[in-house]
Each structure stands twice: as C-alpha cells, then as structure tokens.
C-alpha cells in the first residue's frame, strides 16, 4: 500500500507539472484590460457553479424529446425554444421559418435471418429510406467496406440480393496524424450512399453495421440525404452492432444467410419547420452580433439529450449567464437554434439564404454538437490581426483544461461551418465526445447520459469565450 | 515522461509484490503427488490457449439464440446440447425431461407516457406476467424502494394506479461488510414480488425500474415466480433505466403523470423440456462423479451469451479438455445441462428428485451463472478432512490470480445450490461479474459481449481443479 501510495502522489506530482508547462498564461492587459479579465473570470467561475444548462437539457428531453424536422416533436420544440429564450430573460426572441422540401414517416422496423438459423434482428431505416412494401428475402453478400462495394462493376450481379456492409468504427487503424473522427467518416459513406451503390449493382436493398463505436444492441440511424435521379430507390436500414456481429458470424460458416425485412418507412410531402433565435443585445445595438449555434431537430430514437439538447442547452445558458451580468456587453450575442441539421442542414441553408445581405453583421461565430462533453481544445478562424487577440483570450480559458491551437483554420463545426465557409470568422471548441460516438442515433441517447460537470464546464468555456469577443471592439475578419 | 514512467513501473512493482505476499504457493506434494500437480499444471495452462470455450459460446448463440424453456429455442437447444457433447467426444449423453406446469408467450410490451409530456416508454413484460387486456391506463405513483410500497397499509389506496418502484441498483449504499450482490438482490424484491405486493395494495399494475447496473435504454426481464392464490393476477413490467429517470423527471414536477401500457403476455399450458448432461467416463467406471453445472435456458431478449451461455461453454470445455488428457480421470465427470433455471429452477428441482437415492455418489459439484468474467476466489464447502486437500489443489490455480477463501461455507452457486442445500459438497468459484450485471436479461446478452482471454481464464479454473478432484480419491464429505 506504501508503494503504491507513493506511486499514486508521483502521477498526481506529473499531471501538475505538466500543466505547468503548457505554457506562460499570464494574460498581457495592454491588450485585454485587467478589468474586463476579471470580470472574465467570475463569469467563468460563476458558470461552473451554475447549474442552468443541464436544467435546460432536462427541460427540453423530458418536456419535448424526440424531434426530427417535421414531426409533432419539432413542432412542440420550436414553442418550447420560445418559452425558454423568454423564461431566461433574452431581449428578443423569432422565429424564421424553414421549408423542408419532402417529409418522412419512420414506420416500424423488423428483420429476421430466416436460414440457417432463425434469429429476430435488431435494425433501424435509415433516415428518408423507402419501405420495403411488404416482406423483402434476399440473400446477405457482405462487403467488409464500403470500397468493397464500390469495387463491384454496376449492372446486375447483386440483383435479388441485399448488401451487407459490415464494416465497424471500432475496426478502423488510423494512420499516423489521422483523427479518430476519419474512422467515423468512413462509416458514414456506406450510411450516405450506400444505397445509391448497391442499386446501381442491382442489390434489393442494403444494410449496414451501425456507425457508432458502443456494442449495444440498437441500430443507430442517420443519414437523410435522399436517392439519385434514374437510380432505383432501395430500402436502407442499420443494424445493431451484435447483430452485425451474429450476422458475420453466420457468413462465415460459409453457406448461404438468408433474411427478411420488413420497413414501413414513407417519404411524404413538404412541410415546414423553423430556426429559432434569441438575442442578449448589446449596449451598442442590435446591428453587430455574435452567434452561438446549436441544432433544435434530433434524430427520433431518443431524445437527442446529447445530439443536439447538449448543444441547445450550453449555448443558452452561455448567453443567459452574460445576459445576467451588471450590464449588457457591448455587442449582441444570439442563440441561433437551427432546423433540420440530422436530414441536410435546412435550417442553416435557409438561414445563409435569408441573411445573405447581413452575413457581414456577424463577428464571431460557433457550434456545440458533439454533445456534452469537456472542450479539450481551442482552435480560432480569424483575422491575422485578430489571432494575437484570440490567443490572449484563450488564456481565460485554459484553467478549464483547454489547449490553445495555433493552426487558426477553424471554419465552424457543423450548421456553422456553412456560415464559416461563407467567411463569418468562427472558433472550433474540439470536445471529449467518446460519450457521443456510444450514443448519438440511438435510443441511448437519453438525459442520463448527461455529465452535470462537463455540462458546466462547457458552458463556461463558451460563455467567457463569447463574452471578452463581445466586450472586445475588434473586427475577427482582419 | 520520467515522472510518469517511475510511476507506472512503481505500480507494476507493488502488483508484483502484491503477489507475492498472497502466501506460499509450493504444493506440497506429500498430499498432491507431483506427478499429478504436473499434468494439472500443463492442463491448466492448454485450457489458456485453446478457445474451445469461446466457441461453443459462439456456437450456441449463432445457432440456437433465446431459448426460454417451453419455446422453439429451448426444443432446439436440447439438441443442439446432445450434438455438441458428441461432437466434443464426451462417453455419455442423454436427457433427463423435466415437466413444466405452465407455459408463457412474452407477446408485445409497449408505454407511452399520455400527460404531461407525451413520451414512448421501453418497457417489457417480467415473466409470467398477465397481459394488459387492452390498453391500461393509469396515474403512476411512485416508491423509491420495495420498502416503501410495502409500508402502504393493505386495501384499496392505489386502486386504478400504477405502482412505480424507482429504486436503482447504483443508488444502493452497502454498509460496510455487505457485498455488493446486496444491491442486485433488493431489485429482485419488487421484481418477484412487487405485483403481488402491489396488488394487494389495489393497484392495477406495476412498473419497476429495470434492476441492472446499466445505463441503456432496455428494459430488464427476470423474474416469473408467478402470482399468489386469492390475490388479484396484475401485470407487471420493467422499464429501462434511462426511462425510469426520465419517468423520475415528470414526477417531480408535482403534477399527476398517467402512463398508458399494453402487454399481450399469455400464461399458457404445461410443457416439457428437458436437462442434457454428458460424461467424461472415469476410468474407474461412472458409478461416482463430479459434476459441473450451468443452464442451459436463457430469458428470451439476448441470445444468453453471458446468461448462461458462459457457463454452458466453459463447463463442456473443462470437461472436454479433461477428455482430451492421456487417459480417462479416476472418477468420472458430468457436465449437467439444467432447465428452466430462470423461471423457477425447474430443471434442478427435477433432478434432485430423480437423484434422491444417489446424490450421494455426486462427489463434488460447481455451477458457472455469472458471466464468462475471470474467478477471483476459490470457497470450498467440503468436509473437515478434505479441507486441507482442497486448499492444496487450489495452489495450482493461485496463477490464474484466484485466491483462496477458508470460509469453507460454500454451497453451489445457482442450480447447483439446490444440490448443495441437498448435502453434495461443492465448490464457489467467485467470478468478476461486473459485465454480467450490465448485459443480462438484456436484449444486450449478446456474443460480442464475451471477452475470450477471460472465458480461457475461467476455463482453465475449472479444469485445473476438477481434473485434480477427479484423479485424487477422496470422499469430499468427511
């Protein structure tokens, strides 16, 4: 126990001093005065005792829960968001109605191996899939990738049968330099085009191992982006990780797997959803502004407590917090909820569109949607004058554990990168989202997931982050 | 870096040291010849090596999947058992049948909340409960324990209500001494007796909280014990874990929060299944033996990988490892196949009544029921001069990081209990059992579960020691 004591006390002894050395953090006030740092850090302070993110995250999943675009659950969002932005005391609160060009009824999902050995499978369509109209038996031909896939000559080799893409996250060996996110990607080829490929190949339809890195037996789903003109439309639905796993099991006895499925899944017509938006608004008007982005849909298995409530809930509450300060900060901050993001990004589309001739008006922006996790690193997308500022900033919120990145190419993640393409400068949080990869798609994504303390320390982040670029009279384009 | 790696080879120093302060592993071979010690030492140390173990698992869950007793699955599994055991070149199969008085079709299981925020609720039906008769619609009212609806004095108080027993295994506190199997067993409370508990309370069914250490979004089973004579026949359900908190969530908004459920459960006629046991002939002939235990039913969500497909693997494989030796052992061995264990240890039961009159010639007798996690410690529950033949064995399994309790109170875990309670000597080989709380009665007691080193590890246990108990000639009851 001695030893192990001492051991114990030189890891602690490590961990200090290497936090030590990432670096002097002493902020320069010739360029962030001493005065608005300060108040920088009480907020900051204030946020990780504050609670009010992962209230509103319990708020909107058990008060409004699933809510993919276009459903009963997003119509019950977009009051709740409205009631929420007033309840937190924002100055204004709209809407922007969204159009979505085509609806869908999930239906029900099931499957069985039906040869050689019964057995009920676990799977989910895939987001904007046909149904199947009826029982659909073919035979499975797995390919271990969606490479594999591509490799077979078009025409009518796969005809009758149903393509099994089996390919795992888990199985993926980045290469030296590579993020684990390229394990995620390549998943997420076979879920988004897998079945315009195997149409193409003649295949009745396709399923694919779950693009997730949990072994639970859910299927998660995703997707959305819809079939390609003159090519067959075909079913397309996930597995579960064991079913895969069974599934592969049963191929490599070597004979034939026969299954059937059966989805009820049904594109519809158009409907409307909208983005909505909450301003603190500045002492300077409401003509500049920053925004913090989130996506108000979610996939409609769970309910989307860390895809995308976690995001919803940090960037309300980050702007709450600084709309509670003495006074308003110079410049605006809004809350931008976005529609539509798990089905094509309608939401930000339609938001580009609507404010094109004001793009300019925004400052700084970013997203939260990778659920509610720790934010580990800051990487901004500004000005070359800018930079030097930013990385001062950052200093404030390094004792949050966040390491600064000079690379300076952030574009905004998700709906934001479509506005940080258009040149809106933006910062990229990169966060802890292991948790997110287990859960996100799937009827696991629930508000027990959610970490109080990570929730709070993200928020922070965001909120001390957001406030200095607000207080900071400084154009992040330069 | 050096900090760190003084640290971490501290830490390996004090496990290494750890180790060695467990005792003095010499055998002394005045009581096991070491001729003897050998061969269970090479036995040992194959079992560590060959996956026989890993593949039966795969093979019973691929080929035969959920197999309550009295469905399709069980009647499969019953030959499936007799093939393998042939296959795995035991002397002796056969089967034992086993009558079960009532049969249960699980039928569909599904919740919504109705008000105040409308929610699908994962829930399913613990056994043998009756169905719905419809839809059943009612106000939750919620216990945090089993204690607290006990404690509402019998009559009519709940009628029309759902009675909702939050209790969570994670929330359990032992006291200081009180294993942790302690917080499992106060879940199986409500579990097995809530609905009677409850309906004599007046209410018109029961939900509990799932009673698993998990957090993912399926409802538990088990159960099945049935109803009690003149109390009225209420359903009764699990809900997953994430919808317990969420249900949790409504309730303590203060407002009433009316749960909609439907079970089509069925209880059925009587039926027949059967246990299967095969022998590794002992070369001084079959008329004493030693016997390892498992079920070979499963609850009917998963494909019992971990519940009891581990333990049915790793008792066929120790045996077979044994067969696979130069010659015969001196006593013989039988690997006993037990029905029904889940519903009511049906199989067990059966076999102690057809045994009556030779239980005495079961020598000694261990069940594997907690997953294919690694054995931890050894407890014998055998005669006073035996006592310190066994703890010398137990040395040549001290490497697989097993230790050795004195307690000397074991009595068979699981089936083989009832056989213990019955007088037949045993051993408990005490198994980490952390997965196992996660994964079973789970749709997620699935193959992909099992971790082959582990199950080799705790193959080779079982091995090592009853080849030892086969070869040395000893009446484990004196």
Redesign the interface.
């Known amino acids: 126990m001695t030893?192990?004591a001492?051991?114990?006390s030189?890891?602690l002894?490590?961990t200090v001093?290497g936090e030590e050395s990432a670096g002097d953090r002493k902020v320069d006030h010739s360029i962030i005065p001493a005065e608005l740092a300060n108040a920088a850090v009480l907020l900051r302070e204030r946020a990780l005792i504050d609670n009010i993110s992962v209230d509103i995250v319990?708020s909107l999943?058990?008060?409004?829960?699933p809510r993919r675009m276009g459903t009963e659950g997003d119509r019950r969002v977009i009051a709740w968001s409205q009631a929420k932005f007033e309840e937190l005391g924002f100055d204004r609160v709209w809407i922007e109605e969204v159009d979505l060009d085509r609806g869908w009824v999930r239906g029900d999902a099931t499957a069985e191996i039906v040869s050689?050995?019964?057995?009920d499978i676990?799977l989910t369509a895939l987001g904007y899939s046909v149904g199947t109209d009826g029982d659909l038996v073919g035979e499975l031909v797995e390919f271990k990738s969606f490479a594999e896939l591509e490799a077979v000559p078009e025409g009518d080799s796969l005809e009758g049968k149903i393509a099994f893409v089996s390919y795992s996250v888990n199985d993926f060996v980045p290469e030296a330099g590579v993020s684990r996110m390229a394990a995620y990607s390549e998943g997420t080829k076979a879920r988004g085009r897998g079945h315009v490929t195997a149409a193409k190949r003649g295949a009745a339809a396709i399923v694919i191992r779950s693009v997730g890195t949990d072994?639970?037996?859910?299927a998660h789903t995703g997707s959305g982006y819809g079939y390609a003109e003159g090519v067959r439309r075909i079913p397309a639905a996930a597995v579960s990780?064991?079913?895969a796993?069974?599934m592969q099991?049963?191929l490599k006895r070597g004979g034939p797997v026969t299954m059937k499925m059966n989805l009820t899944s049904e594109i519809t017509g158009p409907t409307q959803g909208a983005n909505i938006i909450g301003e603190i608004t500045g002492r300077q008007g409401s003509d500049h502004y920053l925004v913090l982005g989130a996506h108000v849909d979610s996939w409609d298995e769970?309910?989307g407590a860390l895809d995308d409530g976690a995001g919803v809930a940090s960037m309300m509450a980050a702007a709450a917090l600084i709309g509670q300060m003495e006074q308003r900060p110079r410049r605006s901050i809004r809350v931008l909820l976005f529609a539509g993001e798990e089905i094509g990004f309608y939401g930000v589309n339609a938001y580009k569109e609507k404010h094109l001739d004001d793009l300019h008006e925004h400052l700084l922006g970013a997203e939260v949607d990778s659920g509610g996790g720790r934010v580990h690193t800051l990487i901004s997308g500004v000005g070359e004058e800018s930079l030097p500022i930013v990385r001062e900033m950052a200093k404030l919120v390094a004792p949050l554990g966040i390491v600064w990145s000079d690379a300076n190419d952030a574009r905004g993640s998700s709906d934001m990168s479509v506005l940080g393409r258009a040149g809106m400068p933006a910062l990229n949080f990169m966060q802890n989202s292991n948790d997110y990869m287990k859960y996100h798609h799937?009827?696991?994504d629930?508000?027990?997931?959610i970490i109080p303390e990570d929730m709070r320390y993200l928020t922070a982040a965001y909120a001390t982050m957001f406030y200095l670029a607000a207080e900071m009279d400084i154009d992040f384009r330069k």
């Open positions: 030893l192990l001492v051991a114990a030189l890891l002894a490590a001093l319990e999943t058990t008060e409004v829960g050689p050995y019964p057995h676990v072994n639970n037996r859910y990780p064991p079913d796993v069974l099991n049963m769970g309910t799937t009827p696991n629930t508000f027990d997931k």
